[in-house]
């Protein structure tokens, strides 16, 4: 039986690149958003394949991670970080055109910051994975982004309507996937305040 303990992969591998790789699309995604100036010509169809793009590395970096065993602790703060800085970033610019109800990025925003604030807090008593209700949160969130940003969506009513119920959808599941939360991390500390109790 071997006392060999399995070396600590390093911060400078693919998957760390890749979520810098995402941090970085963001001032470019902003920018083109932006200069684009509610025309929804190309500059605008930039914007949507940036966050494609984002997106897509946030997958891959993950999959690369876990099939190589190259989970690391930098990768384990910057990759939600990644994630918030891309829909956080689109849901403030989606609100700042009139293209979504403020109420609503304001909600979604309250949520990602207070539970990464909360996940902080508890982290002495144990981290809080993410759950099946949190990943579908993100999927549906990307979705909806995804169709608001179309450059077609406001000319086409039934598409405006799909993006409409699919950002509420998300929304509701954040709520609730946020309340879970706050649950978990109240009998986390639960528990390593009073480790005897079962």
């Known amino acids: ?30 920018w083109a958003f932006v200069a684009d100036g509610g025309d929804y010509g190309p500059l605008r169809w930039i914007a949507v394949v940036l966050f494609v793009v984002a997106i897509y590395t946030d997958k891959l970096d993950g999959d690369i ?3 190589r065993g190259l989970i690391t602790s ?13 829909i956080g970033s689109a849901l403030i610019l989606l ?23 909360l996940r902080f807090v ?36 039934w598409l405006s309507l799909v993006a409409l119920i699919v950002m ?8 609730v996937t946020g309340v879970d939360y706050i649950v ?4 986390l500390r639960s528990a390593g305040r009073n480790p005897g109790r079962v």
């Open 122 to 157: 508890v982290i002495r008593y144990g981290v809080m994975a993410a759950s099946k209700g949190g990943k579908l949160k993100t999927v549906l969130q990307t979705v909806a982004i995804f169709v608001y940003l179309l450059p077609v969506t406001p000319a086409l009513p």
């Open 184 to 187: 978990k991390a109240w009998q």
């Open 1 to 30: 039986m071997s006392d060999t303990v399995a070396p600590r992969p390093s911060n400078w591998n693919l998957p760390n690149a890749l979520t810098l790789l995402r941090i970085v699309l963001v001032p470019f995604f902003i």
């Open 65 to 67: 991670a876990r099939a």
């Open 95 to 117: 609100s700042a055109v009139g293209e979504l109800w403020w109420w609503v990025t304001i909600v979604m925003l309250v949520r990602e910051i207070g539970i990464t604030l």
């Open 74 to 86: 930098f990768g384990k703060i910057a990759d939600p970080i990644a994630d918030k800085l891309l």
């Open 168 to 175: 509420l959808v998300a929304l509701a599941v954040t709520v």
